[in-house]
């Protein structure tokens, strides 16, 4: 404990101790506890000196390490009497307050406040003015005690007792609950009759406060008995709330009403929202109802009634932003430049007259059906952009709640608007393009079927008035450009699916993705591991060879984190070897990436008996695959195996049927059915297989076999079957040609009806192959088999003798070159 003797003159440059939520006034002796490391420095500097530290208040009691601009400009230079430091760090020290000073310039130094004061001394201003105002200020501060105002006994004897009238003013002000800053106000006024004047007025307002206050026990007492005291303490604070809120909720009220009115609302919501504000007005401002209907307010006030962006109707410009952005989609970007061209010819004959304005604002509701990775929720934001529109978009994969998409209520407590008005918000416009992404994963509970609430959100004739569970009043979405987006088209429930426009994604191509890697993915990723332009150089041939054999899918996502490998490895050599260029060439991979993950299929080598070359699709793309039939001595079995499905199974019994059937002119004895077992066997086994395309490739190899005529190791071939030898049009034939081409083959032979879907495969992959199209698997015969049907024909004649491989060749018929 330190004491000694208190100093009454006020040194020109003071240590400062901040003080949060209370002033010190001169003549006062006060405890002040000190744990901030900038009030203990000041005490320890105020101790090493000559015992006078700065008292100062600060203007945000919150602030925690205060600097000079936290600080008011007048505070109370005092004495310190005893200081003790406590065990955790914190100090305890009793101060005399003796003079008001006036900060001239504040500094922080050496982890502590310094400033430069001078003192501010008392002017006591008009003798008589003076003497009044201190009776007055005494008469007062008696009518508060009087009132109920309650103050420990020897504070009120200390302060009745007082004789000067600067005391009394300062005094007074320490022991009210006046505000901070109200008593800093009294601090810093040197003149003492202002002082007391600012005192009385503050006297009269805490007067006043006091009797309303007791005015508002005496009304709730009376509305209560004895035995509601909990009810009377909660009438209480509602009063008092009254007394004191009534003015801030009026100019709330008339702030919603402005905004309101600012709103281009229809009838009906302004019908909602006028009696929505009846009832505000009504209400406590701090009651639990008050808040919702604040909410609910609010978010009307917020929602784009009236606001829309205008579409930029450029045709070049949004086919400009189109290919920028994407490689391919040709589909999709016609379907929005095709919208562009009806809204500027829409918007045209609106101006005339001619049709109605609202006809105009009409947005289609497009479906983008395909696998992952294929650029559908990305086309969206670039749909958007080249419109000109803002971009939302909400993800309902696992939605399990009507709510989700209508809203919620007002009845419940937290209830919200569904994601459909809060995207609308969010984009701050009622014509934006709107993505919903995932739809085919729409979830149902006993909380509703969200997908059952969509109907009206997607159906052109509803949507114009959808109404939110949450609103209460319908909000016009026709102008919303819808997109969605999903993986299976037959996920999607038939009623909703009808309300769409449904547009195909089909996976892209080797060529498609080679593109697409050199123009976006490439660069994207250069950027994103640091590295300039042209530091890694990745040939051609090294990306050709990332697609085919390191990744599988139908998008281009692996293909990018594959390259986004490469190019961490590159960044590290040239980080390491000191290189300034890298060129990674297909060599380089097995070093990089490991050995190569996939193998395509190539063609077979030779001729054989029983192998034939079918071709398949799969979301990952096309690739060839062989179809093996072998005869063995049995009781006329049909053994399929490759993990086929039903569909591929009912193909191969249809195919022998078909060879059963055509057995005598294929030159094949009706007891080697009825004498052998026939193995049809489709490699890979552990992939499963389903669908009828390769209805042709069984025959072709089950005829093979039976008639021990070789298959055409260059030719390729898919088609549905029938009992009576049609040849029926498949699906997938762009990715299973362009797999075929992959895989070496030259001949394609393709059923007559898919002829038109040739004209999706660019020109230049049609070079060097040869396409026959068959009606009949006579047709398909001809060109699958070495010598065709010709070779069945000749066995025909020669009865049960075996005619050798490669022997009785025929001529094909002239091949339709694409």
């Known amino acids: 404990m330190n004491e000694n003797i208190p100093s009454t003159e006020l040194p020109s440059v003071l240590p400062v101790c901040p003080v949060r939520g209370s002033v010190i006034y001169p003549g006062m002796v006060m405890p002040i506890d000190a744990s901030r490391d900038v009030s203990i420095k000041a005490i320890d500097q105020a101790l090493s000196r ?41 100090v305890q020290m009793l101060v005399q307050a003796f003079a008001r000073a006036k900060l001239q310039a504040v500094e922080l130094k050496g982890g502590y406040l310094e400033a430069v004061v001078e003192p501010l001394t008392d002017m006591p201003g008009k003798d008589l003015e003076s003497k009044a105002l201190f009776r007055e200020v005494r008469e007062r501060f008696q009518s508060v005690l009087k009132e109920g105002k309650f103050l420990p006994p020897e504070v009120v004897q200390l302060v009745m007792n007082l004789e000067d009238p600067s005391q009394l003013a300062d005094q007074v002000a320490f022991h009210m609950d006046f505000r901070l800053e109200d008593k800093q106000k009294i601090l810093e006024q040197p003149l003492v009759s202002e002082r007391l004047r600012r005192v009385l007025v503050l006297l009269d307002a805490e007067l006043e406060l006091v009797e309303t206050q007791k005015r508002i026990q005496q009304q709730v007492r009376e509305e209560i008995d004895k035995n509601q005291r909990e009810f009377f303490l909660r009438e209480q604070m509602k009063a008092i709330q009254r007394e004191l809120h009534g003015e801030e909720e009026e100019n709330e009220l008339e702030e919603y009403r402005k905004k309101i009115d600012a709103l281009n609302l229809p009838e009906a919501a302004k019908q909602e929202v006028e009696r929505e504000l009846g009832r505000f007005a009504r209400m406590h401002p701090d009651s639990a109802e008050a808040s919702v209907v604040r909410t609910y307010l609010d978010w009307i006030a ?86 000109g529109r803002k971009y939302v978009r909400i993800s309902l994969g696992g939605a399990r709640d009507e709510s989700d998409i209508r809203g919620h209520r007002r009845t419940y407590i937290g209830a919200l608007p569904g994601r459909v008005i809060q995207g609308l918000r969010q984009a701050g416009s009622k014509n934006p393009v709107f993505l919903l992404d995932e739809v085919d994963k729409l979830g149902a509970s006993y909380q509703g079927d969200p997908a059952a609430a969509l109907l009206e959100v997607l159906d052109p004739a509803q949507n114009k008035e959808f109404t939110d569970h949450y609103l209460g009043v319908p909000f016009d979405l026709s102008e919303v450009l819808f997109v969605c987006t999903a993986n299976f088209g037959a996920s999607i429930p038939g009623p909703l699916m009808d309300r769409m426009e449904l547009i195909e994604f089909t996976s892209y191509i080797e060529q498609e993705k080679l593109e697409i890697a050199k123009r976006f993915l490439l660069p994207r990723q250069l950027r994103e591991n640091g590295l300039k332009e042209k530091q890694v150089v990745l040939t051609d041939a090294a990306l050709a060879r990332i697609i085919t054999q390191y990744t599988r899918e139908a998008g281009v996502r692996n293909l990018e984190r594959e390259i986004g490998t490469l190019l961490r490895k590159a960044a590290r050599r040239i980080l390491e070897e000191g290189k300034k260029r890298v060129r990674l060439t297909d060599k380089d991979l097995e070093a990089h990436l490991g050995p190569a993950r996939y193998q395509p299929e190539s063609e077979a080598r030779a001729p054989q008996v029983g192998v034939a070359t079918g071709m398949y699709y799969s979301p990952v793309g096309g690739d060839i695959m062989f179809v093996e039939a072998t005869v063995l001595p049995g009781k006329g079995n049909l053994i399929l195996t490759g993990q086929l499905g039903d569909v591929m199974k009912e193909s191969a019994r249809a195919a022998l049927t078909y060879a059963k059937k055509n057995a005598e002119r294929f030159g094949i004895s009706l007891e080697r059915f009825d004498n052998s077992d026939v193995h049809v066997h489709v490699p890979a086994g552990a992939v499963p297989k389903e669908g009828p395309s390769a209805g042709v490739a069984i025959t072709t190899a089950l005829v093979s076999a039976l008639a021990e005529v070789p298959v055409r190791h260059d030719v390729s071939m898919t088609g549905e079957i029938t009992l009576t030898g049609r040849v029926l049009p498949v699906g997938g034939v762009k990715e299973k040609v362009l797999g075929a081409r992959r895989a070496g083959i030259r001949v394609v032979v393709l059923p007559k009806q898919n002829q038109a879907d040739l004209s999706d495969i660019p020109a230049y992959l049609r070079q060097n192959l040869s396409f026959h199209f068959a009606e009949n698997l006579d047709q398909a015969l001809t060109q699958t088999l070495v010598g065709g049907l010709r070779a069945l024909e000749v066995r025909h004649r020669l009865g049960d003798a075996k005619v050798k491989p490669g022997k009785h060749r025929a001529k094909a018929q002239p091949a339709a070159r694409a």
């Not at 936290?70 to 430091?85: E, S």
């Not at 917020?302 to 086919?319: E, F, G, S």
């Open 50 to 90: 000559d015992r006078v530290i700065l008292i100062v208040s600060q203007k945000d009691k919150e602030q925690d390490e205060p600097g000079p601009k936290d600080l008011f400009t007048v505070g109370t230079a005092c004495n310190v009497l005893r200081m003790r430091k406590n065990p955790d760090g914190s």
């Open 302 to 387: 917020n929602l784009p009634w009236d606001k829309r962006t205008d579409d930029q109707i450029d045709l070049k410009h949004a086919q400009d932003v189109l290919e920028e952005d994407h490689y391919g989609l040709e589909k999709v970007k016609d379907r929005v430049i095709e919208y562009l061209a009806v809204r500027k010819l829409k918007s045209e004959r609106a101006k005339k007259g001619e049709i109605p304005a609202e006809e105009v604002a009409k947005g289609p509701i497009l479906l983008f059906v395909g696998p992952p990775g294929v650029g559908k929720t990305s086309i969206a934001r670039s749909i958007a952009k080249a419109l």
